[in-house]
């Protein structure tokens, strides 16, 4: 069950139009042909003080569909032209589910690709939930040291906020290999250890994790395509370790 993930930028003030026809195009979606599940998400910056802010200047939009001939239809479709139109930067990534590691989002809990992830592939990561506003400080700050201890990890490509309601506090990341990500979250990585469990039991619902093989993009974010650029630092971290072995 593959996914269209188009995250666009604007520059100053171009993404107000958007924001009038949010409501339109997420009603667009549900009749868009193989649709499944999809929103409109806003995105936020992880390394503020606070430990996240919004950024009002991209957005993103993640569609479920039946098929990868639906993604490649709904990629060229009126709904996405007007969802980016007045970007000036554009990232499209068509993924397939290799690992649900909880739950679900609004329901969709998605069919896995039938072949394995690889430990040595790139890998995007999804992360969802909702925040219990009590427990919003104890999060916003343990966030906060997660993202300074990610900060120089050469296997984090590229990673944002995203929320498709006010009290989501969900993530999207790429990473060079599924092995870099296993690896900082559940080993190289004292904060993350420590959060998961209050995480996952006290301070937030609704949680849900999943990670994708990117088997298509073509676009930038922050002017380079992180797929390509995970791709490459795969293919040199394999090098080197077959020069050194």
Same mark, same amino acid.
């Given at each position: 069950m593959p996914v269209s993930f188009v995250l666009a930028s604007f520059p100053a003030r171009g993404w107000v139009? &958007? =924001?009038s026809r949010i409501s339109q195009i997420n009603e667009e979606l549900r009749t868009t042909p193989g649709f499944v599940e999809g929103r409109v998400f806003g995105t936020g910056n992880l390394k503020p003080p606070i430990g996240g802010a919004p950024v009002f200047r991209r957005w993103s939009l993640f569609v479920a569909l039946e098929t990868h001939e639906a993604v490649k239809e709904f990629e060229q479709s009126r709904t996405v032209e007007r969802f980016t139109d007045r970007a000036d930067e554009v990232w499209r990534a068509a993924l397939s589910p290799t690992r649900v590691g909880r739950g679900n989002w609004r329901g969709w809990r998605p069919? &896995?690709?039938e072949v394995p992830h690889d430990d040595?592939?790139? =890998?995007l990561s999804?992360?969802?939930s909702h925040l219990r506003p009590q427990h919003a400080p104890a999060f916003l700050w343990n966030n906060k040291r997660v993202v300074d201890e990610q900060r120089g990890d050469d296997g984090l490509i590229a990673q944002l906020g995203i929320a498709d309601d006010l009290s989501a506090t969900s993530t999207l990341s =790429?990473?060079?290999s599924q092995e870099d990500l296993v690896d900082f979250a559940y080993r190289r990585s004292p904060a993350h250890k420590a959060v998961i469990k209050p995480s996952l039991n006290k301070w937030q619902t609704d949680n849900f994790s999943v990670r994708f093989r990117m088997t298509d993009s073509s676009g930038?974010?922050?002017g380079r395509d992180p797929a390509v650029a995970a791709r490459l630092a795969a293919e040199e971290l394999k090098r080197l370790r077959s020069a050194t072995s």
């Amino acid at each position: 069950m593959p996914v269209s993930f188009v995250l666009a930028s604007f520059p100053a003030r171009g993404w107000v139009p &958007l =924001v009038s026809r949010i409501s339109q195009i997420n009603e667009e979606l549900r009749t868009t042909p193989g649709f499944v599940e999809g929103r409109v998400f806003g995105t936020g910056n992880l390394k503020p003080p606070i430990g996240g802010a919004p950024v009002f200047r991209r957005w993103s939009l993640f569609v479920a569909l039946e098929t990868h001939e639906a993604v490649k239809e709904f990629e060229q479709s009126r709904t996405v032209e007007r969802f980016t139109d007045r970007a000036d930067e554009v990232w499209r990534a068509a993924l397939s589910p290799t690992r649900v590691g909880r739950g679900n989002w609004r329901g969709w809990r998605p069919e &896995l690709d039938e072949v394995p992830h690889d430990d040595a592939e790139p =890998v995007l990561s999804m992360t969802y939930s909702h925040l219990r506003p009590q427990h919003a400080p104890a999060f916003l700050w343990n966030n906060k040291r997660v993202v300074d201890e990610q900060r120089g990890d050469d296997g984090l490509i590229a990673q944002l906020g995203i929320a498709d309601d006010l009290s989501a506090t969900s993530t999207l990341s =790429v990473w060079r290999s599924q092995e870099d990500l296993v690896d900082f979250a559940y080993r190289r990585s004292p904060a993350h250890k420590a959060v998961i469990k209050p995480s996952l039991n006290k301070w937030q619902t609704d949680n849900f994790s999943v990670r994708f093989r990117m088997t298509d993009s073509s676009g930038t974010w922050d002017g380079r395509d992180p797929a390509v650029a995970a791709r490459l630092a795969a293919e040199e971290l394999k090098r080197l370790r077959s020069a050194t072995s």
